[in-house]
């Protein structure tokens, strides 16, 4: 054979060698993702991401009318995890408050997830240190909510999968959100929420948006009703719970007052 044949054919060889390595390496990689993650998490936060998408870029834009900068904007973003909350300190900080006031709002804003981080403290124990610590940057309502109703989520392990997965899910939306708002007031490109005023949109529209947020309060407090109660806990604590809830909210206007007290409930009935 020619030498040149001879050449070309062991090329040919090395080339279908690297290409077996690389489907190998390829699946390799493909195995350990599908170990890392779960993907019943993306598929909970799928409907979660599209709608606070719209959210995040209005922050994205409120941070670039505060002038912080596109960097700053997304980072805090990222670190605060939580809409009101920004929104707040953007708005405090443009306004030229101090930095006592931006914080204590934030700390106000943000209060109920201390709330959360204790119904969830039973999933986060056991955990490994650096889950315990980095993994409750997430906790939002969303995350929270998702978390609570899937009872299947006791398990530390498939716990720690799910929500590092979901939490992951999450963080890059929402940073890609905030970051597509700085983005589009930057270049100044009108928001449908600046184009068509509330006002305007069709009277179907209006009708649809003032129930939105009594529809997913009443999604959540459905699935609460539905859902087996927990492990040794009274089937009566949880109806209990939101009657409690709703009596103290009716009474106090206030969030905080009456989620304590519905946690308070529950965990009375509990005992």
Known sequence: ?????????????????????????????????????????????????????PLGMVVGVTAHEASVGAATGVGTAILMFGAAANLAA??????????????GAVAIVNSRLALYGAGLEPRFRGQPA???WLAPL???DQTYALATARPELADPAHFRRWWLTAGA?????????????????????????TVVPAARLPEPVQRA??????????????????????????????????LVGAVVAWRTRSMLASTAAAIGAFALISL
Do not use: K, N, Q, Y
């Not at 060889?13 to 493909?30: F, G, I, K, T, Y």
């Not at 959540?220 to 927990?230: I, K, N, Q, S």
């Open 130 to 132: 650096w889950f315990r």
């Open 90 to 103: 953007l708005t405090l900080t443009g306004s030229g408050a101090g930095v006592a006031a931006v914080l």
């Open 209 to 242: 948006l003032r129930h939105t947020g009594p529809a997913a309060l009443a999604a959540l407090v459905g699935t609460a009703l539905v859902a087996p109660p927990p492990a040794g806990a009274s089937p009566l604590a949880v109806p209990a719970a939101l």
């Open 169 to 193: 899910v999450f963080v890059g939306a929402w940073a890609a959100a905030v970051a597509a708002g700085v983005a589009v007031a930057g270049a100044h490109l009108p928001l449908f929420i």
């Open 1 to 53: 054979m020619h030498p040149i044949a001879v050449h070309l054919l062991v090329c040919l060889r090395r080339a279908e060698l690297v290409r077996e390595a690389d489907a190998h390496r390829c699946a390799r990689a493909v195995r350990r993702a599908r170990r890392l993650l779960d993907p019943r998490a993306v598929a909970d936060l799928a409907p979660v991401v599209l709608a606070v998408l």
């Open 138 to 140: 997430t906790i939002v």
